[in-house]
């Protein structure tokens, strides 16, 4: 059975070495990333692959952390750019390995950005574009970057989004950054979640009815939390004194919870398999995609591994199973079974 990765990462070379020169001692993820080999070492990547079989295949997206975080806005945009003809060269040189690739954008320099969007889809054959679940503190949905949702309407191709938060995001008030790496254990989960929900409520479902949008780690917190997902948000503006939401709740042509079931999400749960039942269970079986998030895991191939195991373990038929492996993804990208 054909598994195609849809959520994992890699540095094409050019990038990773002008990467290095900009962001050699960034904190946090900048720290995470410069530690594991597999994310630039390219024979060391097949080899892991290898292990899998010829019917395994990865769409390659670049890793953490977004490159607005550590590159002005012309440094950020030339990046992506180098990023971007790295990762195409990948795929024409290994086809058979990588069938697609996730185009980067910087979001500090947003018109740069979205002309990027379109050349890597449309001239380089990028199969989507990852963005950050915020740009630098601020929202996805913040004015200057709406246009980008555009873009992916018109192209018709999916927008991936990965969680971003550092240890400067602190866990209480009283404190100045966060502790014991809650601000990746529980806060990537909580930043994906909220930047869902901007989208939501920013009515951008009703704008662009097909748009699509590839979440990661199934979703964040939205499946777990379904019932304050869905009756709670039925009652928006109850608890609120100082803006009227009830007005925009009247707005939208669906219940809230509605909309959340329109985003796509993958199974990177690194072989969590009751969050995966559940998140199966919200999403749907023709919404959820085989993810591994592969190459951060403890040891190579441990995360592939699990989480096919869970994949293999999920009650669902064959073809059912077909689809969340491969079927899913291909269809959303436009990839050749």
């Not at 990773?16 to 594991?36: E, F, I, N, P, T």
């Not at 390995?97 to 001239?123: C, G, H, I, Q």
């Amino acid at each position: 059975m054909r598994k195609i990765d849809a959520f994992n990462h890699f540095f094409p070379a050019a990038f990773h070495k002008r990467m290095l020169d900009l962001a050699s001692s960034q904190k946090d993820m900048g720290k995470r990333v410069r530690g594991v080999p597999l994310l630039h070492d390219l024979d060391a990547r097949l080899r892991v692959m290898d292990a899998f079989g010829d019917d395994y295949q990865q769409i390659l997206s670049m890793p953490s952390p977004p490159l607005e975080s550590f590159a002005g806005p012309a440094d950020a945009s030339e990046l992506a750019r180098i990023g971007n003809d790295g990762l195409a060269e990948l795929v024409r040189q290994h086809p058979q390995r990588f069938p697609s690739f996730v185009a980067s954008v910087a979001l500090n320099d947003p018109d740069a950005a979205f002309t990027e969007a379109r050349r890597a889809m449309k001239d380089l054959g990028a199969c989507g574009v990852q963005v950050f679940s915020n740009v630098n503190g601020a929202p996805l949905t913040s004015p200057g970057l709406l246009p980008l949702f555009d873009v992916m309407a018109e192209c018709d191709l999916p927008l991936w989004i990965h969680p971003a938060r550092g240890a400067d995001m602190a866990d209480y008030k009283t404190e100045s950054v966060s502790q014991f790496e809650i601000w990746w254990t529980l806060g990537w989960p909580y930043e994906t979640s909220v930047a869902m929900a901007r989208i939501v409520f920013a009515g951008l479902f009703d704008k662009h009815p097909h748009l699509k949008i590839i979440t990661h780690h199934m979703g964040g917190m939205i499946p777990y939390f379904e019932g304050r997902v869905g009756h709670g948000w039925d009652q928006l503006g109850t608890r609120t004194t100082d803006v009227d939401y009830g007005a925009l709740l009247k707005t939208l042509k669906k219940r809230p919870i509605d909309y959340f079931r329109m985003f796509y999400a993958d199974t990177a749960l690194f072989g969590a398999e009751a969050g995966t039942r559940c998140g199966l269970d919200f999403f749907g079986v023709d919404r959820v995609l085989f993810a591994s998030d592969t190459p951060f895991e403890p040891q190579p191939g441990v995360y592939i591994r699990e989480t096919m195991d869970v994949i293999d373990r999920l009650p669902v038929s064959d073809a059912e199973r077909a689809r969340i492996y491969a079927g899913n993804i291909a269809a959303l990208c436009r990839i050749g079974l």
